[in-house]
Each structure stands twice: as structure tokens, then as C-alpha cells.
């Protein structure tokens, strides 16, 4: 069974006076434990696929499947609930909670699935954070940290709730080499381990040759899909 499936998912924009079509009728499948990446130049459409398969957003046209749940059907609750339970997010500009802790900012999804004991999400707050190298830190505000250190915070928030799926969008844009790495090989620990699909698009040459399947936008449109070697 595939974890995400796109069959012809098309989606315009109709905001401006001219309505863009920013992706074309995307076909694609994504397993459990997969580690994909979406490159392209700006304006190819990867941020708008993110969100569609972030449930943030519905497609125009076509269906989009995530463990068999045609995410299209679901109310605004139901995606709710879906994202808090499947999905991590690490968003482009990090979102980060500006009067929250860098601790809380982490905590924060965590509050929202309930299951977790304090005292677990204590322990994983921690661990993260300290995976990241950002424990000593923990105290801090968004606005009294550096872009690289938000980005680490807004890793750290996305895989604390352990999800089925991390959608990221350009996660090591604002990381040094040495901490790029670290954060993919986070990401790394965390599919072999746990099964966590990985679903990344970049810029970033360094980060490229890390995922396992690389599809390319052009212009809204998928126009390949290359298969790397470390699969
Ligand atoms: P990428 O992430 O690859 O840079 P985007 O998905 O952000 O690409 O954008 C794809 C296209 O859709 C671009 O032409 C962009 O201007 C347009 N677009 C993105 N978001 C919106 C929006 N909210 N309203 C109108 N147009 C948008
Ligand atoms: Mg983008």
C-alpha cells in the first residue's frame, strides 16, 4: 500500500486578478519509510505540493490519498486531527510561536495529540533538543535566536510527536554544512528507527544527493523522477 498517492492533482491559484496554475496534474506515490525530495527552481510549485500533502491546503482537481483517506473529503476538524496525528511540519519560514520558549515551541505539538505523559514529553523535548544542539538554548525566545537556530527548533518540533510523515520545506536553507548534516541525519535515525517517511523539497546541493527518491518540478509539472543510489 502506498502512504501518499497523487492521481491528477492540479491546483490553482485564483487570488490575483490572473489565476495561476501552480501545479499540473501530479501523479505520484510515496511508501512508508520513504526519503523523497522535491527540487525545482522558485515558483515550480514546491511549497504548494507540501501544503496539499500537508493537508494545509485542497487541490482544484484530482485526489490525494494518505494511508487510503482521501484527504480532499475531510472538514476543516478532520484535517486538524489528521495533521496533529500524522503529520510533522518544518515550514519555510519556521513558524515558530514568538511567546513561546524555544522548550515550548517544541512542546506545542506534543500538547496537541494529549496521549503523551508529561514526563514523556519531557524526555523527548529533551532529546531533541539536545540532538539539534539546542538544549542550552532551551530558555530562549524565537526572537533572541539566529535564523540556523530557528530552523533547528522548528526539526525538532516537526519529529517530536514521532509522526508517520515529515513534510519539510527547505529544511537546511539557513544551516551551516556541519549542522545540515546533523539534521539529516537525524532525519535518517528516525526512518530507519521508527519508519518516518521524509518528504523534503531544496535547494540545497549538499542535502541533494541525501534522499532516496528525487522528483523535479518545472513550471508546476513533474518532470522526473530519478531513483539516487543510496536507496
Ligand atoms: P516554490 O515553493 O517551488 O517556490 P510555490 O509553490 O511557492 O513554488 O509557487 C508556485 C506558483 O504558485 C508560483 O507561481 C507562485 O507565485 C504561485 N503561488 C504560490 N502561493 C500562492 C498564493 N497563495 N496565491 C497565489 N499564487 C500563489
Ligand atoms: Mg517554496
Request: glycine fraction near 6%; proline fraction near 4%.
Amino acid at each position: 500500500m502506498s502512504l501518499i498517492k497523487l492521481e491528477k492533482v492540479t491546483k490553482v491559484y485564483r487570488t490575483g486578478e490572473v489565476p495561476v496554475t501552480a501545479l499540473k496534474e501530479i501523479n505520484l506515490e510515496i511508501g512508508t519509510r520513504a526519503f523523497v525530495s522535491f527540487i525545482g527552481p522558485s515558483g515550480s510549485g514546491k511549497t504548494t505540493l507540501l501544503n496539499l500533502m500537508g493537508v494545509l491546503d485542497k487541490p482544484t482537481d484530482g485526489k490525494l490519498l494518505i494511508n487510503d483517506v482521501n484527504i480532499v473529503l475531510l472538514d476543516r476538524a478532520e484535517a486538524a486531527e489528521f495533521r496533529a496525528n500524522t503529520l510533522g511540519f518544518v515550514f519555510q519560514n519556521f513558524n515558530l510561536i514568538p511567546v513561546l520558549t524555544v522548550y515550548e515551541n517544541v512542546e506545542y505539538p506534543l500538547l496537541l495529540v494529549k496521549r503523551v505523559p508529561a514526563r514523556e514529553r519531557r524526555e523527548r523535548i529533551f532529546t531533541l533538543l539536545e540532538k539539534v544542539g539546542m538544549i542550552d538554548q532551551k530558555d530562549k525566545y524565537p526572537n533572541q535566536i539566529s535564523g540556523g537556530q530557528k530552523q533547528r527548533v522548528a526539526v525538532a518540533r516537526a519529529l517530536v510527536t514521532n509522526p508517520q510523515v515529515v513534510l519539510a520545506d527547505e529544511p537546511t536553507a539557513n544551516l551551516d554544512h556541519a549542522t545540515a548534516f546533523k539534521v539529516i541525519a537525524i532525519m535518517h535515525e528516525m526512518q530507519r528507527d521508527l519508519g518516518t517517511t521524509f518528504i523534503f523539497s531544496t535547494h540545497d546541493p549538499k542535502i541533494v544527493g541525501e534522499a532516496e527518491i528525487l522528483y523535479t518540478l518545472e513550471d508546476g509539472a513533474l518532470v522526473n523522477q530519478e531513483i539516487t543510489k543510496r536507496n
